[in-house]
């Protein structure tokens, strides 16, 4: 426990900040001076709760459904270098510790991820730790994380990102061709493409799907691995499959992903929710609440 704020963090991962307890919130205003409302301005209070450990780092990402158990996942984020360069005194947004987010909502940069000298994903120290802490500083190495200028994201992973923004903001979005979908909708349809993608296709189908990807976005240059571990990659793959439907080429690969996804007895799409010892096999379409199964049938056709 530390002595400070009364705060259990013996976990490099936890999340106590996003949704703190209001005798916490009392506890930190009393020691700091700031307002309760200043105070849950910075945490996660205000948006969508959690589902389906949608905040967690590198959520859509394929990594995500061919890993660990998730106890193991320290706290990770991304930076805007164009960001911290204006601040007069760096500091970390609140929404760089979602982890979806691949693209600065204010200046359309690919968001640092990690770190430029030792190539660690950017994480959040211990709270245990003495050490300083700063978003601008590799807490591995102690290297500066901004390098360079900033690389303009995609146009599509712009658009996708900001309608998830709305969807995590107000619980409701319209996307083209989708028509409404509530956040939780959202998440499983991307569990289902992504899931899909990485646990259920063989190595051979998943070839003959990154050829039409990568013509249709001219990243003839962009490998697999890139796809299945970065934010921006996974999140131009999840655009593709999803704008433009339901005729589009990206729409009818996911279509028929999500018609397999019906048609099959098991799959492993919450391997990325089970702790290591857990069998990672589901029953098929029973992931989900029947509501939701039944909306991600409709959008099967």
Same mark, same amino acid.
Not at 17 to 34: Q, Y
Not at 171 to 192: H, N, P, Q, S, Y
Not at 259 to 285: F, I, K, M, T, Y
């Given at each position: ?16 900040? $996003? ?55 320290? $706290? ?57 802490? &700063? ?85 003839? &240059? ?68 029947? &509501? ?10």
């Amino acid at each position: 426990m530390i002595a400070g704020f009364g705060v259990d963090d013996r976990t490099l991962g936890a999340q106590w900040w $996003c949704r703190p307890p209001g005798w916490l919130l009392v506890r930190i205003g009393e020691r700091t001076g700031l307002s309760i409302e200043r105070l849950r301005e910075m945490t996660f209070e205000s948006i969508v709760p959690v589902y389906r450990d949608d905040e967690a780092s590198g959520r859509f990402t394929g990594r995500r459904y061919d890993c660990g158990a998730t106890e193991s996942r320290g $706290c990770r984020f991304v930076v805007c270098g164009e960001c911290l360069k204006s601040d007069t005194a760096v500091y970390l947004r609140r929404f760089w510790m979602l982890g979806w987010l691949a693209v600065c909502p204010d200046h359309g940069t690919i968001l640092i991820e990690r770190c430029g000298a030792c190539r660690a994903r950017l994480r959040v120290a211990p709270f245990v730790t003495r050490a300083s802490f &700063s978003p601008a500083t590799c807490a591995r190495c102690s290297a500066p994380v901004l390098h360079g200028a900033g690389i303009p994201a995609h146009p599509s992973v712009c658009r996708l990102q900001a309608a998830l923004l709305r969807a995590k903001c107000g619980g409701v979005i319209e996307l083209d061709g989708l028509g409404d979908l509530t956040w939780k909708e959202i998440v499983a349809l991307a569990d289902v493409l992504i899931g899909m993608t990485w646990t259920d296709l063989t190595l051979a189908e998943q070839e003959q799907l990154w050829v039409p990807y990568m013509q249709a976005f001219r990243q003839e &240059s962009r490998q697999p691995a890139e796809i299945f571990d970065g934010r921006h990659d996974s999140m131009c793959f999840l655009a593709w499959l999803i704008e433009g439907w339901p005729h589009g080429e990206g729409p009818t690969i996911a279509k028929q992903l999500l018609g397999r996804w019906l048609a099959a007895e098991r799959n492993r799409l919450c391997r990325h929710l089970r702790a290591a010892q857990v069998d990672v096999w589901s029953c098929g379409p029973t992931n989900f609440d029947p &509501s939701i199964h039944q909306r991600l049938r409709v959008l099967a056709g």
